[in-house]
């Protein structure tokens, strides 16, 4: 979501200023912007404010069929001074873009590369319409860090594009593939049966501190939010600090509930009957 907008840089400070108080981690949105057009670069600079955080980069994976390449994933990388970097997959977002970047072909193959020259770890999220459990374990293969399953559920940016389409074939295109994707806790169960010792990271549609319980109980190692903490996000560092101290209490509260010690026992069959 900060890929670029005018807010952007506020938006990361303040992320970043919430989650350094509270020991979390951060991923940035698209760099792209950053990467054609340099002087986008500070309002994806963070790490002078979250010295501490486990810090994500982020570009777009299809842009590896159109000219990216170690060198630009570097540049990403070095730009914030992160620790890994995410490749977005948005197929349905480019298709309903003006003129978007829809050559996926191939695409293993060079995440593969990627994956074999980065110094650091590349993970893979969707965008909202979720990762196959079979998907899953070709990236995991290939050396894939982590997955983020981004399922159908939370915001849907096939609408988000047909709000911002000026034609209304691509308005109506948005409109009806809004919906469209694996939900996110059909996709971590999938991707968790087929997948036992990956990193998977659960997204979209994570609301409260007991949707992370939630999806944690499915098989996810990790919970990632945006939605919910982007109007703290727009007022103040402080503002998410609080925001997401509440959300990790909630998740707390599922697990003191539920008799578990730590999140990861929220997988025991006989704690997960008790998360309604």
């Given at each position: 979501m900060?890929?670029?907008?005018?807010?952007?840089?506020?938006?990361n400070q303040n992320l970043a200023e919430g989650t350094q108080k509270l020991g979390l981690g951060m991923g940035?949105?698209?760099?792209?912007?950053?990467i054609e057009n340099p002087t986008s670069a500070e309002s994806f600079h963070v790490r002078d404010i979250a010295p501490d955080i486990a810090l994500v980069a982020n570009l777009g994976a299809v842009q590896l069929n159109y000219g990216y390449s170690i060198s630009e994933a570097r540049k990403a990388v070095e730009m914030i001074g992160a620790d890994g970097l995410f490749l977005h997959l948005n197929a349905l977002q480019e298709l309903i873009q003006p003129n978007g970047d829809t050559n996926f072909r191939g695409l293993m193959q060079k995440i593969e590369s990627l994956v074999k020259e980065a110094e650091f770890p590349i993970l893979i999220k969707e965008c909202g319409c979720g990762i196959s459990g079979k998907l899953a374990k070709q990236l995991f293969e290939l050396g894939v860090y982590a997955v983020d399953v981004s399922g159908a559920g939370g915001t849907s940016w096939a609408r988000v594009e047909s709000e911002?389409?000026?034609g209304s074939s691509s308005q109506r295109l948005g409109r009806t593939f809004a919906n469209w994707g694996i939900p996110t806790a059909q996709a971590v169960m999938e991707v968790r049966d087929q997948n036992p010792e990956g990193i998977i990271i659960a997204s979209g549609g994570i609301r409260t501190g007991l949707d992370a319980a939630k999806a944690v109980a499915l098989g996810a190692d990790l919970v990632s939010v945006a939605k919910p903490i982007l109007s703290s996000a727009l007022e103040s560092g402080d503002a998410v600090y609080f925001e997401v101290a509440q959300f990790v209490e909630e998740l707390r509260a599922a697990c003191f509930l539920t008799g578990s010690s730590s999140p990861s026992e929220l997988r025991d069959p006989e704690k997960m009957r008790r998360i309604k």
């Open positions: 900060t890929g670029g907008p005018r807010d952007g840089a506020k938006i940035v949105g698209s760099q792209r912007i950053a911002r389409a000026e």
